[in-house]
């Protein structure tokens, strides 16, 4: 069992940068990936960026550039910093844990490839 908890979202103006957290336990968390993703109103779930067990990482194309993952072991926590924030950023965020190693390898990008999820985060950008 993993327990996520994110937070750091928020209101930011376009241009604006927010850096999101994601402190997990219950596992040993260097062993495991890691990933963001965002849902925005009456649309599905998409992935955003994750990060593998070294370090690896993998970026949504709308993302790259403009947001980086990182992980601290020591603190068991994941991050996503935003920068270049655009309106269309506007989402609830989501962190996730990837267990299962050779299913995240196959489900990277997808919600299949994560077993356990965060509550959420709201981040809204105005323009």
């Known amino acids: 069992q993993v327990q996520l908890v994110e937070s750091g979202g928020g209101l930011v103006q376009a241009g604006g940068s927010l850096r999101l957290s994601c402190a997990a336990s219950?596992?040993?968390?260097?062993?495991?990936?890691m990933g963001w993703f965002r849902q925005a109103p009456g649309k599905e779930r998409e992935f955003v960026s994750a990060?593998?067990?070294?370090?690896?990482?993998y970026y949504a194309g709308s993302v790259k550039v403009r947001f980086t993952i990182s992980r601290d072991n020591a603190k068991n926590t994941a991050y996503l910093q935003m920068n270049s924030l655009k309106p269309e950023d506007t989402a609830v965020y989501y962190c996730?844990?990837?267990?299962?190693?050779?299913?995240?390898?196959?489900?990277?990008?997808?919600?299949?490839?994560?077993?356990?999820w965060g509550q959420g985060t709201q981040v809204t950008v105005s323009s």
């Open positions: 219950g596992r040993t968390f260097s062993s495991y990936a």
């Open positions: 996730a844990a990837g267990l299962s190693r050779a299913t995240f390898n196959s489900y990277a990008y997808n919600v299949r490839g994560y077993d356990y």
């Open positions: 990060i593998k067990w070294d370090y690896s990482t």
